[in-house]
């Protein structure tokens, strides 16, 4: 207590009881109690006011005058004379008036002593949510303890200049209530030897990474801290923030307005809001829902309204989600009238690296076929049924994986382009999925279409294996089966360049 004497004297001599801190609270109540001292009887105050404007002290009273008008002497005014022992209170209540002591109301001291009071007389109830003075206490508590959870999240540290010497991360904050020893240490329990101060109107806290000291306010505001970082935090915080799903309610529910100003981000959240209003929440929903994965429903395209606007180069195909893991999309390569079309799978790895189709292993095999059946390789126009890569990774590696139907179908669309431009006479599928590319149909096997050419939608289907494949053949003799057979199939395609369409069976 910051007058001079003991609780009972100052109450005595009409003098409000001045305490600063819980600790300085809990002896003078103890003392009060000892001696039976009501709340009614007790002004309790701060330095900082000089008296609470709740405390519910009584009016002054007259003492009384005997006969002659004089007031009797000191040593005749009734007195309080202990009349308990030690207090005995448990250490839950004690805790929640510790915690509640925190809470910044001008009546605190004088409400805390009622409900010790009140306990003290065996009404237990007082602790009782369902108590009025119960309740207050539990709100009391919560608010500090809400206070506590806010400070821990929303104090930002700011890294000071190396030269300016220690501590090294300082913090300004304005807490509501007395929460700043509390969060203290927590602050030293997750920041371990590093050196920090935190600022607030009241007071501060420093650590020097052993002790903990506690100094006055050393800065006005947060604009006085400086932080060579907090430039890379902000360009952070712009990158991740998404306009589409922004709720200003929810977010104002989570963080309070009256935080911001503290906060690096405050700054620049005001400007994002703006900016989402006034579009960049529609265009961050139209790519989030267009990138979103559901259920292909066949319908026929004349049945389709509206139409859906076509990409009008082939690096701007979203027609499928390939695109998003390939290094780009590759088209085909040859003269732009054509009579032979090979048609291969997909890109592999090195073309799609390099963007350019047949140029790796694959396309070297393919070369050596031309050469064997005859054929200029300059002639013939080449292109994937599917345009992007698809793989999977194996260590440090790419390995091919096997387009879907609905990839294969994605590309049709951009076959169709090709075919219009070149009108080929002999398409050369190369594998199954060019197969059933060209042939519109899932319904085909390369065994059963090999050395069998088709004539359709007005061009030869010629099948043959895919020069990957004959790569992978375990044997040699299968190799030169395999190559054999493409070679056939090239000059097979070779000779139908002058043969009249037959009529299809019925």
Known sequence: MSAKGS?????????????????????????????????????????????????????????????SGHPPPSSDLPRHRPTHGAPSIPRSLMDMLQSAA??????????????????????????SPADEDGARLNAMVKAVRREEHDMHAYIRFRERPAEAGPPRFVAWYEPQHDVLPQVAEHFISRMGKVSWMIATPEASVLWDGQTLHNTGPLVKNSEDLEDTGEALWLTYYRSVFNPARLNQTVMQQHIPSHRWKNLPEGKIVPHMISEAARGARKVGQYEAVGQRKGTTIPIAPEDAQPERQQPSKLDECRRCELWQFATQAVGGEGPKKAQIMFVGEQ????????????????????????????????????????????????????????PAQKEIE??????????????????VALGATALKSVMRTANVTLKNAIGRPVFHEGHWIVTTYHPSYVLRMPSEEAKREAFQTMVDSLKLAQDLLDRQPEEPPA
């Open 7 to 67: 609780a009972t004297e100052l109450q005595r001599a009409g003098q409000p009881l001045l305490v600063e801190t819980f600790a300085e609270w809990r002896e003078a109540a103890r003392e009060l109690l000892i001696h039976d001292v009501p709340p009614e009887m007790v002004t309790w105050g701060s330095p900082l006011t000089g008296g609470d404007l709740f405390s519910g002290a009584p009016p002054a009273v007259e003492p009384p005058h005997d006969s």
């Open 102 to 127: 925190c809470c910044r109301v001008p009546d605190r001291w004088a409400f805390l002593y009622r409900v010790i009071w009140r306990w003290q007389q065996g009404q237990h109830d007082v602790q």
């Open 347 to 402: 890109p592999g790895d090195q073309e799609d690296l390099a963007g350019q189709p047949f140029v790796g292993p694959a396309g070297k095999l393919l070369d050596q076929v031309c050469d064997k059946a005859g054929v200029d390789r300059d002639t013939i126009y080449v292109t994937n049924a599917v345009k992007h890569f698809k793989w999977e990774p194996r260590g440090k590696r790419r390995l091919h994986k096997t």
């Open 410 to 427: 994605a590309c049709h669309y951009w076959l169709d382009k090709e075919l219009d431009h070149v009108k080929p006479t002999v398409i």
